[in-house]
DNA sequence: AAACTATATTCGCATAATCGAATATAGCAG
DNA sequence: CTGCTATATTCGATTATGCGAATATAGTTT
């Protein structure tokens, strides 16, 4: 059970750990979007869209509903979206140092 | 910005996708550990512990203090505790999808 | 200094994630 | 049925992650 529980834990982590999939979910915090909607507001090639989109789909992270011939996906729980407001608050809390970071990660990539 | 903010999400987000990582961060959560009581705890190599430690220490989620020759970890702030607290309610809240999930993965896992 | 303990780092390999390109499916319009 | 649009899947190459084994560092004890 407690195992069982961190393994969920770390799969919707998981799941969140890419920019996009975190833009996707907070675009999705508004309501519903089709996949062509998200595409242009995250700016990201239909495929990659869709392939992220996938892997929320494969948590139950998020729902679909299908209308004429186009998609429209929607947040599971606004739970979800909670935990985006939580590393809002750290980010800002930590905001030099975090930011420091990321140039810092920025820089290696580079190098 | 938008972008820092969700690169920063996404990072810490990785950091967390894995049970040892998150089982860590739980344990944390009561107050400072060593390593080696860590590694007990959570039933896994010195070395294995170090590394995870080490990702964790590097987005500067943990942080140290050294007494003698061991070093104590504690999280920095309560708040990546807490995340842990909604993916618990969200967890129950699908209960039986959730665990439904987790046979299936293990099943195509083994196959 | 030598031996011991606690922790960290490096290395090599196996597995998984990401992307763009190409292809497939499904609904709709003519 | 043909073509068109929306979405999904597959493929292949590249890069990242996770592990154990070995090695390194730092503090402690003798």
Redesign the pocket.
Known sequence: MLHSLRQFKAEIF?AL??P??VAIVELLREGEL????L?EKVG????????????L?NKHMVV?R????????RLRDPLLGEILDKLRAYFFAYFDEAMAMLRAEQQE?QS
Do not use: D, M, W
Request: proline fraction near 0%; charged fraction near 15%.
């Open positions: 998981q750990a890419h996009t999939r089709t996949v062509n909607q595409c990201v090639e239909q495929a990659n869209a869709s392939q992220h989109l996938a892997i789909r679909t299908k209308e004429g011939n186009q998609i429209f996906y990539a």
